[in-house]
């Protein structure tokens, strides 16, 4: 097989990777569009409990946000580093921006535990009402994928440190470009109907 051939096929078998990818972001969205209707739906499911406005601090929402969206700018940096670098073996920008997109995005997550631990201090359990379980089934959930795309992210720079910049690394890093940036969508979305909404009700 030519190198011609050899490259044809590395595209094609890249176009098929994004395209699953892109198919498993989209079933992704699917759910926590659920989500979301489910919050909507047991919003006022207080049981006599914790309302929103009760609950909520929005300069630690605010603070969350500027952290996702700030990691979302940090990757883009990433990604601009790893499709301009001059050389296969200079990885150093893309390790750097890889390494501050981790750091902005196990912040996020630390602050929403601590968020989250602070809800259980107030008596604000899942299991005290409709609207909390939807609550702590909808913000975590979230935050489970910002933990995993860490992970993924911390497990691509050892890749970058063993492989340089080579196919399967570029594509790794694309995928999870996808999947960071959603992340950050996603919560966008959940500041504006949780926390920004929580605010008036």
């Known amino acids: 097989m030519s190198a011609d051939e050899l490259g044809h096929v590395g595209s094609t078998l890249g176009e098929r990777a994004v395209f699953g990818f892109w198919v498993f972001l989209m079933s992704d969205a699917v759910i926590f569009a659920l989500l979301f209707a489910t919050y909507g739906s047991l919003l006022d ?3 006599g409990g914790p309302t929103p406005a009760a609950l909520f601090r929005i300069g630690d929402s605010l603070i969350e946000t500027w952290l996702l969206l700030s990691s979302s700018f940090t990757f883009g940096m990433a990604s601009i580093a ?3 670098g001059n050389a296969r073996e200079n990885v150093g920008p893309l390790l750097a921006w890889s390494a501050v997109t981790v750091v902005l995005g196990l912040s996020f997550t630390g602050m929403e535990l601590h968020d989250a631990l602070t809800l259980f201090q107030q008596g604000a359990y899942p299991s005290r009402s409709g609207y ?6 909808l913000v975590p959930f979230h935050g489970l994928h910002v933990v995993g795309g860490s992970i993924w992210l911390i497990v ?10 080579d196919v399967r690394v570029n594509m790794n890093m694309l995928r999870l470009g996808l999947f960071w940036h959603f992340l950050g969508i996603v919560w966008v979305a ?8 929580g605010l008036i009700r």
């Open 82 to 84: 790893m499709k301009y």
């Open 190 to 197: 959940i500041f504006s109907v949780v926390y920004l909404q």
């Open 132 to 137: 909390l379980s939807v609550l702590f089934a």
């Open 45 to 47: 499911a207080t049981a």
């Open 156 to 165: 691509v720079m050892v890749q970058l440190l063993t492989f340089g910049r």
